[in-house]
């Protein structure tokens, strides 16, 4: 047994620091893993669950208007924001436990309070200093807001989260992940949204036909889309806000969230007195095994500079742990990562987008379709799913998969295992399709675009 305290100390109790953490442990490893803020990081307090959660909440207004269609009618609806937040922190405080007993189930340390590095194999928490042979800094990312006059009165998705009541007028900034899944949550809660893009179209980095058709779903329904616009000021006017635009124009609105992206967490960790290399963007500096520039200090999740999705910073820590302390079971890979945006509709994609393929493979070939979904033909819904599959024809393989319309995250999850098996358009083909779903669609489309 080695001199230091633990064998291996975790900074950060979020989705990769606690599977690392729990997984070590179970290895036999003498493990302490500490927080300065809640159980479960960003995922599970101000992340992916909650949003799920006001996303199902959302979605209550588009069904009532469908159930009719059905031979439903629904008596008067009211929706009480307060009551939501109160059962969703609820649920927040019973996963806090949760991974809780994780830890403790696993035998692994947990210490309340902030963690620095005070060199390179020491962390002090609250005055207290603890030594380990290896340690993790799994301590995540944070909203970042640019500065500009007037920035201090936005919000950002920390704070939508818990706000007291849903404003009556909104702008929602940014055109990645949140500001669209945001944009949407607020419009279907009755919120008159605007959403602002510095771009000339929101969702870079997704499929231009993804992108347009979101865009096009998005000012069907009523959200003002405003792309080729930034604020360049905010003026704070009672209980209202003046928010001045790049074009001269002003809007008063009760309510500007910014989603700009997420800087990684690493201020005043101590970083630097253990020796730890950052990034210009101030991501710690990582190689293919999570190692920083100090061998035995190693870090995952979204504080490097990798993919900022929680299944990925589970892998990392799961294979990390697994390599450490266990018997090394698989590599990690960072192709072919599927994602869901929960807009509404939902987005699911895994591979390449259109343009991604054609720089790599020349030339492809597009199946794409756009249809109204079975369950439309009652409801009188006017909403289009769109499917679009991208094919390299010198190998057969589908390099690209992508869907809008409901369930799209759970749909794409399946195909994702497909495309990592390596399944060709004759794969998909020879499929039977399952009827009547919207599914079935990715295994009957047959002509070329
Ligand atoms: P993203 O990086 O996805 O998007 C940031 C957006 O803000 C982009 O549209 C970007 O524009 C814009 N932007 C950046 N800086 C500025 C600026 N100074 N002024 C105006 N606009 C700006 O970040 P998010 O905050 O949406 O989400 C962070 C990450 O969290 C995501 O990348 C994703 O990995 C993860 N996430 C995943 C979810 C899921 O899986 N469903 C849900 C939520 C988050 P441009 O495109 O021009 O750079």
Same mark, same amino acid.
């Given at each position: 047994m080695s001199d230091f305290d633990y064998d291996f100390f975790v900074i950060g109790c979020g989705s990769g620091g606690v599977r690392a953490? !729990?997984?070590?442990?179970?290895?036999?490893?003498?493990?302490?893993?500490?927080?300065?803020?809640?159980l479960g990081g960003t995922c599970v307090n101000?992340?992916?669950?909650?949003?799920?959660?006001?996303?199902?909440?959302? /979605?209550?207004?588009?069904?009532f208007e469908d159930a009719s269609g059905f031979g439903w009618t629904v008596g008067k609806s009211s929706f009480d924001w307060s009551r939501l937040i109160a059962n969703k922190n609820q649920e927040i405080q019973r996963l806090n436990g949760v991974y809780k007993r994780l830890l403790d189930n696993a035998g692994a340390e947990l210490i309340l309070g902030r963690g620095v590095l005070v060199d390179d194999h020491s962390v002090e928490i609250e005055g207290k200093r603890y030594t380990a042979e290896r340690i993790l800094v799994a301590t995540g990312g944070w909203p970042s807001v640019p500065e500009f006059p007037g920035?201090?009165?936005v919000i950002t998705s920390n704070?939508?989260?818990?706000?007291? /009541?849903?404003?009556?007028?909104?702008?929602?900034?940014?055109?990645?992940? #949140?500001?669209?899944?945001?944009?949407g949550i607020f419009h279907s809660l009755g919120v008159d949204v605007i959403q602002l893009y510095r771009g000339s179209l929101f969702l870079r980095g997704f499929d231009d036909d993804v992108?347009? /058709?979101?865009?096009?779903?998005?000012?069907?329904?009523?959200?003002?889309?405003?792309?080729?616009?930034e604020v360049t000021r905010i003026d704070k006017d009672g209980d209202s806000y003046a928010v001045t635009l790049n074009d001269g124009s002003e809007v008063d609105v009760d309510l500007v969230m910014y989603a700009t992206g997420r800087r990684p967490l690493t201020a005043g960790l101590g970083l630097d007195k253990a020796g730890v290399d950052l990034d210009d963007k101030g991501a710690i500096k990582v190689d293919?095994?999570?190692?920083?520039?100090?061998?035995?200090?190693?870090?995952?999740?979204?504080? #490097?500079?990798? #993919?900022?999705?929680?299944?990925?910073?589970?892998?990392?820590?799961?294979?990390?742990?697994?390599?450490?302390f266990g018997e090394p079971a698989r590599d990690m890979s960072y192709e072919n990562v599927p994602s869901?945006?929960?807009?509404?509709?939902? %987005?699911?994609?895994?591979?390449?987008?259109?343009?991604?393929? !054609?720089?790599?493979?020349?030339?492809?070939? %597009?199946?794409?379709?756009?249809?109204?979904?079975?369950?439309?033909?009652?409801?009188?819904?006017?909403?289009?799913?769109?499917?679009?599959?991208i094919v390299d024809p010198a190998s057969d393989r589908v390099v690209g998969i992508h869907m809008v319309g409901p369930e799209a995250g759970e749909i794409i999850q399946g195909f994702a295992v497909a495309m990592k098996a390596g399944a060709t358009k004759s794969h998909f083909d020879t499929t039977i399709g399952i009827h009547p779903t919207s599914a079935e669609e990715f295994v009957t489309m047959r002509e070329r675009h």
């Open positions: 953490a !729990r997984i070590a442990a179970n290895h036999g490893a003498r493990v302490a893993v500490c927080e300065e803020r809640y101000v992340g992916c669950i909650p949003k799920k959660l006001l996303v199902y909440a959302s /979605h209550f207004h588009d069904d920035c201090e009165h704070e939508a989260f818990y706000l007291e /009541h849903t404003p009556t007028r909104a702008i929602v900034v940014g055109g990645g992940y #949140i500001a669209v899944e945001f944009a992108r347009q /058709h979101v865009a096009d779903e998005y000012a069907a329904k009523g959200i003002d889309l405003r792309f080729n616009t293919d095994n999570w190692q920083t520039s100090v061998p035995h200090i190693y870090a995952i999740g979204d504080v #490097i500079d990798r #993919i900022q999705l929680t299944p990925v910073a589970l892998n990392e820590g799961h294979i990390l742990a697994d390599f450490l869901a945006v929960f807009s509404q509709p939902p %987005i699911g994609s895994v591979g390449l987008a259109e343009g991604q393929a !054609r720089e790599k493979y020349g030339d492809v070939h %597009i199946y794409k379709s756009s249809f109204n979904a079975l369950k439309n033909t009652l409801s009188g819904r006017n909403e289009k799913t769109f499917m679009k599959l």
